[in-house]
């Protein structure tokens, strides 16, 4: 059977940094929904010239759009994977089910929630740093690069995130309570979905080792 790990957690709350993590000590393959849909931006494809207003304004990307990049990709890879940022509505969960179910004794889905407190949220947020070549996830005062502003593998200069700024993550945070939240308590009660639960406001290598622990003790 395929692991499917899905990490659901606030903005920031350490999602893909984790998947980054769980990719290098353990195989995997992460599909992130934002990272796909910043290049589809990033590449003015027509999916990305219909998203770009909402992703700008800290919106959801329509479900249809969502499950189509997604599902996709699950059933092309023979790994095990990681869900980083899927899914984020109950429409998107339940029709997530609806696919393990179709598909019975193929995947063994296991949720892991990060709370982060809402709070620490803009701290995390507004400090991410990425590169754009190899995607690599930094922050300013949490996990600096070596030299200053530039990936310490392709010394590209460093981006923040174009929706960083106060007001967007205000929405973001108001979209996460709105809409993510309610999935959490789905995960809990469905069967089909293991469900386990780690603090995200603890170091990176410290949420890291809960995780590990998580994976060992289903592998
Ligand atoms: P973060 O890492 O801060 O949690 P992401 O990079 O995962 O944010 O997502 C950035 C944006 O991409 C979201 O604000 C949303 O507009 C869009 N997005 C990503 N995943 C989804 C999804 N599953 N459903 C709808 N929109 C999504
Ligand atoms: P998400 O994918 O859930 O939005 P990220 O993995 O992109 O979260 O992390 C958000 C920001 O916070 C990044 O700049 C990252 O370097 C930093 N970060 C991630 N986990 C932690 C942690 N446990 N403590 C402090 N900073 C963290
Ligand atoms: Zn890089």
Redesign the pocket.
């Known amino acids: 059977m395929r692991l499917v790990f899905i990490l659901i957690g606030p ?2 709350s350490g ?2 940094t984790q998947a980054d993590m769980l990719c290098e000590k353990f195989g995997f393959v992460s599909y ?4 796909i ?1 910043r290049n589809e931006m990033a590449r003015g494809t027509a999916i990305g010239q219909r998203i770009t207003p ?2 700008d304004k ?4 329509p479900d249809d759009i ?1 499950m189509e990049a997604v599902i996709g990709r699950i059933q092309k890879t023979r790994r095990n994977v990681i869900l ?6 109950l429409v ?1 969960a339940k029709l997530l089910e609806r696919f393990f179910q179709l598909a019975p004794g193929r995947f063994l889905p296991v949720a892991i929630e990060i709370g982060l407190p809402m709070r620490e949220v803009y701290r995390r ?1 507004s400090g991410r740093m990425s590169c754009d070549k190899c995607g690599k996830v930094y922050h300013v005062k949490f996990r600096p690069p070596r030299l200053t502003q530039r990936c310490d593998k392709c010394r590209r200069p460093l981006k923040f995130r174009s ?1 960083a700024t106060r007001a967007v993550v205000k929405t ?1 945070i108001k979209v996460y309570q709105k809409e993510t939240w309610p999935i959490v308590k789905f995960f809990r009660q469905r069967p089909i979905f293991k469900f386990f639960s780690v603090k995200g406001a603890q170091s990176i290598a410290a949420v890291s080792a809960s995780i590990i622990k998580i994976v060992k003790k289903i592998t």
Do not use: E, H
Request: proline share 8%; net charge positive.
């Open positions: 903005p920031g999602k893909g992130s929904t934002g990272a849909f909402l992703m800290g919106l959801f990307v969502v980083d940022g899927f899914p984020r509505t998107q947020v929706d973001r």
